[in-house]
């Protein structure tokens, strides 16, 4: 309905130089550099290999991938076997691999033999066993008996496992030191805490004694590891591999609509690993998009309808009974707001839409749950709405052709995971240079050899406007500036970003936080703006809607957004809520929030889970998991990325289906009742074709005055915080970054290595850490071992004061 469909890499310019070669008899073109292994492959004859990996730079370690180069008399021919993959091809190279050359399959199966000199037999009880390049090439290519007899020499051992992390473990005497881990490590995600040590035979994978591999990537490690030398903690001794049933999915917690599979087995979910797509996350996931999945078995997961009775309590309930008093409730409570969330599917995000909209006559519906602008909704429609790869909106190959990529109000590494890779890659292979406008350098910031525009919080508009086509950072029609949603938080700073595009030629991309914020607002979540990104201050958009839905006609007033709604509600102007998804601790003031919760008349939660919500509402209903639904996530990029569901839960439903439930009862039915009907009438509403040109908002704002004995609080929320979708993932949440404040090197050295940081909310005494920050800034990681700063001690931006703690 609101986004292009998927644009395709264009083919190899004809500029492209290449050579000829003959692989096995076969001759074949291919572009120059291309390695012989590479050529192979292109030819149908797959080399044996376990260092090689096509993402990795070559190193040439395990030699398993030996072929025969004789000389065809042009200078072209070795007098031994090579290793196919860090050799280039040449023109007229001839190759002989094992298919044709005896000297070649001699060569390969001597390697096996080495390598299973030392490697434990120990297959039955490996994690590896039954999905493992060793075992599968031993068979193919290496030999049919063995001359080593363990009584003439002990193979080598090692205590095991070791703790790497609290997440993965390493078992050294099967490790075939191919340094994959490694090098993944060094070159993909700039983590080099891990490496090869020793010599000879006691070379193995070594970490730092006194500290942990430190990755929030960890995981990629364990599943290109082409043996069983690194395990997860979480999956280790579960099952099979061959027990599997493996389903391909989207990763849920970010909006980089990361590909993944989802392996289970008998029902439940065993383990995740990163899917294969190139124009997206390539190989790789965050170990949260790995580990974080038992949020969805938890034991407070919500299995039945409930409704409140008339003592005060929630009892069980049939969804038929649930549906009719959902429906007498809402009725009854004069004026409706509808706080949907943002980890929606597009689909659960547009009955969402409709039914405020046509089940409750309202346009008081907001996505968002954060402190909030009518800036933000004005760009987010004027800016983001009906963009995508089809029609110029930047992309991930993009980030890697830019020659600059400014970042404003985003944190990529904590943020967007499969985005800070990619940048990281643009930056080693191409040298675009990645530009922060920040309080402080980052960890990531520097992974990605980064350049910082040190920016006290509320100052982001001014340093954006100081930007342009000239100076230290100069952008251009390649340059793309990627505006995180907590910018919304900085007046007048996502109309100044909007305004340097204009003003450079460079793309503008909107990268929220949580899988379904793009969805939500392309589906219509936002009290301004209808689905296929149609103005409600538009008449026209509004008929056309109405005439879509089959209703007389739609509100002629925007509706109020998230924090107006918890005002209304507080203020008795409105007296019910829908709420489906949204943590009290996300919103802009959850102590309103929670105090709207009790003053509604009338609450009716959807969640998967019992929480702050749930307890406070007056009918609960159980919704589905992504595993147990199909749907659609919209990525940062506005590319569609659908999946279809793992399981069948008969204890959950959809939560476009609670709505079409309530809505007939209500009588005025939204025309849906599956996934796939609900996305069949997205498509027939299409996207918006008149002018948008409304939305374009100035404004204007003075810059934060961070002088004065208090200072401004930066904060974000780290990639492992103590988010409930990571709940029952100990051991990942064990891998989360410790809580530190940091400071510069006057206030550490004025205050001490421990502070207390005191706002209008309360306080947090925290150890401090020298940063690059103004005298007047403080940064502390939001959501981090239990605080929520938004609800324990100020709103971002606001005023704090620092002093020395008092221990």
Same mark, same amino acid.
């Given at each position: ?100 050359? #005896? ?503 959807? #969640? ?200």
């Amino acid at each position: 309905m609101t986004t292009a469909p998927e644009k395709t890499d264009a083919a190899v310019p004809d500029t492209v130089k290449t050579v000829s070669v003959t692989i096995d008899g076969i001759q074949v073109s291919v572009p120059e550099n291309t390695l012989v292994i590479r050529a192979a492959e292109q030819v149908g004859v797959q080399i044996p290999r376990f260092c090689d990996h096509p993402l990795l730079a070559p190193v040439g370690a395990c030699r398993q991938c030996l072929v025969d180069i004789p000389d065809a008399g042009n200078g072209r021919g070795f007098p031994k076997p090579q290793a196919s993959c860090t050799l280039p091809v040449a023109e007229g190279m001839v190759v002989n691999t094992q298919v044709t050359s #005896e000297v070649a399959d001699k060569a390969q199966q001597g390697i096996m033999e080495f390598l299973l000199i030392n490697h434990p037999l120990d297959c039955p009880v490996c994690d590896k066993g039954g999905e493992c390049p060793l075992q599968n090439q031993a068979m193919s290519n290496g030999r049919g008996e063995s001359r080593f007899f363990e009584s003439g020499g002990l193979k080598r051992t090692f205590p095991k496992p070791i703790n790497i992390s609290a997440q993965v473990l390493l078992d050294r005497e099967r490790c075939v030191l191919c340094a994959r881990c490694t090098r993944f490590s060094a070159q993909i995600s700039g983590d080099p805490f891990i490496e090869l040590i020793e010599r000879g035979a006691l070379q193995q994978v070594g970490i730092y004694e006194k500290e942990p591999y430190d990755s929030y990537f960890s995981g990629n490690t364990i599943q290109i590891c082409p043996v069983g030398a690194l395990t997860s903690a979480e999956y280790r001794f579960r099952s099979r591999p061959f027990d599997l049933v493996s389903t391909p999915s989207i990763a849920e917690h970010d909006a980089c609509g990361s590909a993944i599979r989802v392996d289970h087995r008998r029902g439940k979910v065993m383990r995740r690993l990163a899917g294969n797509d190139p124009e997206v996350n390539e190989e790789w996931i965050t170990d949260k998009d790995r580990f974080a999945f038992h949020y969805a078995t938890a034991g407070d997961r919500l299995t039945y309808p409930q409704v409140r009775d008339t003592d005060g309590e929630l009892r069980p309930a049939s969804w038929t009974e649930a549906f009719a008093v959902a429906a007498r409730g809402l009725r009854e409570a004069g004026g409706v707001g509808v706080l949907p969330g943002g980890r929606l599917t597009a689909e659960d995000a547009y009955a969402y839409s409709k039914f405020a909209r046509v089940a409750l006559g309202t346009h008081d519906i907001d996505f968002r749950a954060r402190p909030l602008s009518a800036e933000e909704a004005s760009f987010l429609a004027a800016k983001v709405v009906l963009t995508g790869p089809a029609n110029g909106a930047p992309t991930y190959a993009d980030l890697e052709r830019a020659n600059r990529v400014l970042l404003v109000g985003f944190e990529p590494e904590d943020e967007a995971g499969a985005v800070f890779l990619r940048l990281r890659k643009a930056h080693l292979a191409s040298g675009t240079q990645v530009v922060s406008i920040a309080p402080h350098t980052s960890r990531g910031l520097l992974k990605m050899g980064g350049a910082l525009i040190r920016t006290a919080p509320g100052d982001e508009a001014a340093a954006l406007d100081e930007l342009g086509m000239t100076g230290e950072h100069p952008l251009d029609s390649t340059s793309v500036i990627m505006v995180g949603e907590r910018l919304a938080t900085s007046p007048g700073a996502l109309s100044s970003a909007a305004g340097l595009a204009a003003r450079t030629g460079a793309r503008l991309a909107w990268v929220p936080r949580r899988a379904g914020d793009r969805g939500a607002v392309e589906t219509g979540c936002l009290p301004n703006l209808l689905p296929g990104g149609r103005p409600v201050a538009d008449a026209q958009a509004r008929v056309d809607v109405a005439t879509t839905w089959g209703i007389d006609s739609l509100p002629e007033t925007p509706g109020r957004d998230a924090d107006q709604i918890v005002a209304a509600v507080n203020a008795g102007e409105l007296g019910g809520l829908v709420v489906g998804g949204v943590d009290p601790d996300d919103t802009a003031d959850p102590a309103a929030f929670r105090a709207a919760l009790d003053a509604a008349s009338f609450v009716v939660a959807l #969640e998967l889970r019992e929480t702050d919500v749930t307890r406070a509402a007056d009918v609960v209903f159980p919704v589905a998991a992504v595993i147990d639904k199909a749907g659609m996530f919209v990525t940062w990029e506005g590319r569609p990325r659908s999946f279809d569901a793992v399981f069948t839960n008969p204890q959950a439903l959809p939560d476009s289906r609670v709505l079409a439930g309530i809505a007939e009862e209500l009588d005025r039915p939204l025309g849906f009742r599956t996934v796939g009907e609900v996305r069949a009438q997205m498509e027939d509403l299409g996207p918006w074709d008149g002018d948008r040109a409304a939305f374009d908002a100035v404004v204007n704002t003075a810059p934060t005055d961070t002088s004065g004995e208090t200072m401004a609080l930066s904060t974000w929320k780290q990639l492992l915080d103590h988010g409930s979708m990571q709940d029952g993932d100990d051991n990942l949440r064990a891998t989360a970054r410790h809580a530190v404040a940091r400071v510069s090197r006057a206030v550490l050295e004025a205050h001490g290595e421990t502070v207390t940081i005191t706002g209008d909310r309360g306080e947090w005494t925290l150890p401090a850490e020298v940063a690059d920050l103004p005298d007047g800034v403080v940064w502390v990681p939001a959501n981090n071992a239990g605080n929520g700063v938004l609800a324990d001690l100020a709103s971002p931006g606001s005023r704090v004061t620092v002093k020395g703690a008092q221990l």
